[in-house]
């Protein structure tokens, strides 16, 4: 199984990013996808859940209304769309697969002016 995020960087508040999680080593459609993230000195967090037909999705409720999580089956992909970010966003965004137990490396994402 291999996970690479990519899409972090440094934004100012307000302002959007897409992360994207490419997907490798499994039958990616099968499976449900998850983005966790994690701040300095706080524990890890769900953000967003996408179930592997994508019909069904669910999120933290800290970024509902401003985070979109979505996926490409055919692209192995998985995305989250950021908006209306705020410096509480700030963290390391990783990308994982619940049933495999598998992380990516996660990218970072600063949101600061």
């Known amino acids: 199984v291999r996970l690479v995020e990519s899409g972090g960087g440094l934004v100012q508040p307000g302002g959007s990013l897409r992360l994207s999680c490419e997907a490798s080593?499994?039958?990616?459609?099968?499976?449900?996808m998850s983005w966790y993230r994690q701040a300095p000195g706080k524990e890890r967090e769900l953000v967003a859940h996408i179930m592997s037909i994508g019909s069904f999705r669910n999120y933290a409720d800290s970024v509902k209304g401003r985070f979109t999580i979505s996926r490409d089956n055919a692209k192995n992909t998985v995305y989250l769309q950021m908006s209306s970010l705020k410096p509480d966003d700030t963290a390391v965004y990783y990308c994982?697969?619940?049933?495999?137990?598998?992380w990516g490396q996660g990218t970072q994402v600063t949101v600061s002016s």
């Open positions: 994982y697969v619940p049933r495999l137990l598998s």
């Open positions: 080593g499994f039958t990616f459609s099968s499976y449900a």
